[in-house]
């Protein structure tokens, strides 16, 4: 019989290359996420909140005493958390919900490497502004962020303690409740790939991103141009890291800042990455890091990871000015500009373009190869420079919450809580 795994939030192009791989798969996807074309690669298909805990674990339970699993598997920004759970419930190998936690947890996640000397940085949890602007006092600049969640989701940089009236106004109005502050770090931000095996941690891809100054990523170019001692450092941050939540196998991404003292990781998840820095990933080192994770399950296990440059390439993302859309243009003359291998809008005329306060705001975009770094970035930029997308301003930008968004994107940060109240 092929083995069977439990996957929570498989698109269709996920669920395919399990099958491929040889697994049998059951799929539990929310409803409104759920794509229709992934049915075809499944066993069986359960549309449920995989985030309404006391339902799913019921479910897993069940299925898993009729035909057990061998993992449980999410790929999803929302489900890594609930996979750790039903792992640990079903005693299942992979990795648990202490690791699972700890890296969803980012106050958790701090206190542990500070704990640990990985890397330390200042930082407190609390939901006042007296917090914020003792914090703000001591430390000069900081970033406030809440203690769950990715995407930049309610993430804003205070730059002076003159500033902390204005943050405490717009997380009030935004709803981010309980929030962490840290120290606000500065320096080239990176993201690292890394696939482990039986607790042996490979590094496979450092990519570099470009903020603009802002929070949300604007683009990312792989492989990131640093010295091989940077890079050394940053492989030895992350194994450190790695090992001290206890992760095993599979999948990780890492994200890091590159600091005058050295590097320093900002938050992990046990997933492979967003932000198209997959497909970066197999374009220029030819490893489809979703493909391993499956591969996981196989009696031959994992292939040898051995990381071989080829090229570069490099995604850049639309971000249009907000408002009603009114034309989309010059999509079909960035897909066949030079070295674009993907260009993609997700906006239609009469659509709107929000304000970006997050990576779902964001509208499309463009990834491009070439031989070296800077080419493949300067055609990505170019590419995405084609593709104009007309908007006009809306008469009043509607009063938008934290909740506002996860809900849109029927998710929610902490499902444990959620459940519970």
């Not at 717009?170 to 709803?175: E, H, R, V």
């Not at 001290?244 to 900002?266: F, K, M, N, S």
């Not at 492979?272 to 997959?278: F, H, L, P, Q, S």
């Amino acid at each position: 019989m092929r083995p069977r795994i439990l996957l929570l939030g498989g698109t269709e192009a996920g669920v395919r290359k399990a099958a491929e791989c040889g697994l049998d798969v059951v799929n539990i996807e929310k409803p409104a996420l759920f794509e229709p074309a992934a049915r075809a690669y499944c066993v069986q298909t359960h549309l449920v909140d995989y985030q309404d805990i006391g339902l799913v674990t019921a479910l897993a339970r069940t299925l898993h005493a009729h035909r057990p699993f061998r993992r449980v598997v999410s790929q999803t920004e929302a489900g890594p958390l609930v996979a750790g759970h039903l792992t640990t419930v079903l005693g299942l190998t992979g990795t648990g919900v202490a690791t699972a936690r700890l890296l969803h947890d980012k106050a958790a996640l701090r206190a542990l490497l500070n704990e640990r000397g990985i890397g330390p940085v200042a930082f407190r949890v609390g939901g006042s502004q007296s917090m914020l602007r003792a914090f703000a006092e001591r430390h000069g600049a900081l970033v406030v962020k809440p203690t769950m969640g990715s995407g930049s989701l309610g993430v804003r940089k205070v730059h002076t303690p003159e500033q902390v009236p204005e943050a405490w106004a717009w997380l009030d109005a935004f709803g981010v409740g309980e929030f962490m502050v840290e120290e606000l770090l500065t320096g080239t931000e990176i993201s690292v790939e890394s696939f482990s095996v039986a607790g042996h941690h490979t590094v496979l891809a450092i990519s570099r991103k470009d903020n603009g100054g802002g929070v949300v990523a604007l683009g990312h170019v792989l492989p990131a141009p640093l010295s091989a001692g940077c890079a050394a450092e940053v492989e030895d941050m992350v194994r450190r890291m790695l090992d001290a939540v206890g992760l095993v196998d599979g999948p990780a991404h890492t994200e890091l800042i590159l600091t005058a003292e050295g590097p320093r990781v900002v938050e992990s998840h046990p997933r492979c990455a967003g932000g198209r820095i997959g497909e970066l990933v197999e374009l220029v080192y030819g490893f489809d890091v979703e493909r391993l994770t499956y591969q996981l399950v196989l009696p031959g296990g994992v292939p040898a990871l051995d990381p071989v440059t080829r090229g570069a390439a490099a995604v850049r993302f639309l971000t249009p000015s907000p408002g009603r859309v009114r034309a989309v243009e010059g999509l079909a003359a960035a897909r066949q500009a030079e070295g674009v291998v993907r260009a993609e809008v997700g906006v239609d005329p009469g659509g709107q373009v929000e304000p970006l306060r997050w990576s779902e705001d964001r509208s499309g975009l463009v990834v491009a190869r070439a031989e070296d770094v800077a080419t493949a970035e300067w055609r990505a930029r170019r590419a995405a420079a084609l593709i104009r997308i007309h908007t006009e301003p809306l008469p009043a930008e509607p009063t938008t919450t934290m909740h506002d968004l996860l809900a849109a994107a029927d998710e929610v940060l902490d499902p444990f809580g959620a459940s519970a109240s």
